[in-house]
């Protein structure tokens, strides 16, 4: 990434497929009649199967039983005026077709087929019009059969909405699903297109104008966003030229033993690298001789036990903590844990800190509800399955997560290649650019260094958390494939040279 993206056709919101459904019932109350709207989406399809495929021979339309395949109908018939040689082939009767589906299937001036598997061979472009987000049940019969045929064909696919078989607001698989080269949504995407594994099926998503005007955001008030830097720009920190490092925060990092001390030494790194003014790294006796050793900016200080930590604790100045790379399992990390949540400083729990309160998790939320000071925690999927599972047992990682963040009331953040964020309140965003080589020992501990950092800085905890996910995923992408932990702290200069750019554009 070497541009910074464009704020004025990048959009944040996500729709579950509810939302969107009352998108376009608001639209159509408001005068704009729905054959307009489905018009207007075949012709998105239409056209991106021509940037996709210019030299298609043949494209085959499959189409299914509801506004879908009346996409799919306009799509047909506007790639035909095109000159391209078009087969349509349909799931159930053309009679049993109702509303404006109906009307563009009228229009249709081609031969309709059967859906079978047959009719798949032969064509170089097709267009999944079989089944929309808002799919109820698992995919079988005689359309499962077909969504294999298509993927095994080697034809570029392009599906309508979502493709076929997938959930488009938990991204799930329901049975089989088609694996699309391209996907085109209308208006928003849908949290489907970002979590897995739906977006690993969607190809390239393309979000297509069709004349839902933006003011039914303000009736519908979505509460699901694509982490993208629009939705935590604004309140980034910012250098004052008159500011001096105690007024960027002083991040405390509570180090593990002295025979694990580099996690918190990544996160002491991170939190220096994103802007904290100072930083300083607190274990045992043992653990600081290791750590003085290996630190230069980042300064070291020691403490024994709940006590000392909390004397460390009483200079305010000292307003974001974290705890838990290489804390260890057990009591010991339970207390120092209660410990600074009885403080007023911002905190991060990160790893043996949540693991440590596997058996007592309540626990931890009611210590939690007791302050005012915002805590994050930042989980991957072993250690919420241990907090939250006995609490929060199924269920799509969205809807997880949500869960999580109001029973223990702290923003929470469930790392993996599709991270998901939540506040209390019930705002979520979806982070999706984290490459896999994000998947090394350490990565998450630069990662919760990022948000102590942040934190440290002001910056409200929901988009702090946000703000860390998504500079941890670009630092890892830009630097790229060979990346290691101690990598991602020296990308972040790079990629907030461009958030600079991206606010002075806002």
Known sequence: MTDAPDTATAFIELLTTEEM???????????????????????????????????????????????????????????????????????????????????????WEGGVEALAPGVVGGADVVVDALFGAGLARDVDGIAAEVIEAVNSSGASIVSVDV?????????????????????????????????????????????????????????????????????????????????HKYSRGHTLIVSGGPDATGAARLGARGALRIGAGLVTLAGSKAATAVNAAHSTAVMVVSFSGPKGLAKHLQDVRKNAVLIGPGAGVGKETRELVMTILKSDAACVLDADALTSFEKK???????????????????????????????????SKLERVRAAAEASGAI????????????????????????????????????????????????PAFEAACAAA????????????????????????????????????E
């Open 470 to 505: 998504w500079l941890h995923g670009e630092a890892a992408d830009r630097f790229g494939p060979g990346l290691i932990a101690e990598d991602l702290s020296e990308m972040l200069p790079q990629i907030l040279r461009l958030i600079s750019r991206i606010r002075s554009i």
């Open 163 to 243: 493709p076929s078989g997938i959930d488009g607001t938990s991204g799930e698989v329901r049975g089989i699903a088609v694996r699309a080269t391209s996907t085109v949504t209308f208006f928003r995407a849908k949290p489907g297109h970002l979590l897995l594994p739906g977006r690993i099926y969607c190809g390239e998503v393309r979000v297509a104008d069709i004349g839902i005007p933006e003011s039914v955001l303000e009736a519908i008030s979505p509460k699901t966003f694509a982490n993208m830097p629009q939705l935590w720009s604004a309140l980034f920190p910012q250098t004052d030229t008159g500011g």
């Open 412 to 459: 929470t953040l469930l790392k993996g290649a599709d991270t998901v964020l939540a506040h209390p309140d019930g705002r979520a965003a979806i982070n999706d650019n984290a490459p896999p080589w994000t998947a090394t020992a350490g990565s998450g501990d630069v990662l919760a260094g990022f948000a102590t950092g942040l934190l440290a800085q002001g910056m």
């Open 21 to 107: 459904g009352r998108a376009d019932a608001l639209t159509i109350k408001a005068g704009t009649p729905g054959l307009e709207l489905m018009e207007t989406a075949g012709r998105a399809v239409a056209d991106e199967v021509m940037r996709l495929a210019p030299h298609a021979g043949t494209a085959l339309v499959l189409c299914g039983p509801g506004n879908n395949g009346g996409d799919g109908f306009v799509a047909a018939r506007l790639l035909k005026a095109q000159g391209v040689s078009v087969r349509l082939a349909l799931l159930g009767s053309i009679n049993a077709l109702k509303g404006d589906a109906a009307q563009m299937a009228a229009r």
């Open 361 to 395: 998790p309540k626990d931890l939320f009611t210590a939690i509800s007791r302050r005012s000071a915002p805590v994050i925690l930042t989980p991957h999927e072993g250690e919420f399955s241990r907090l939250f599972g006995k609490i929060i047992p199924t269920g």
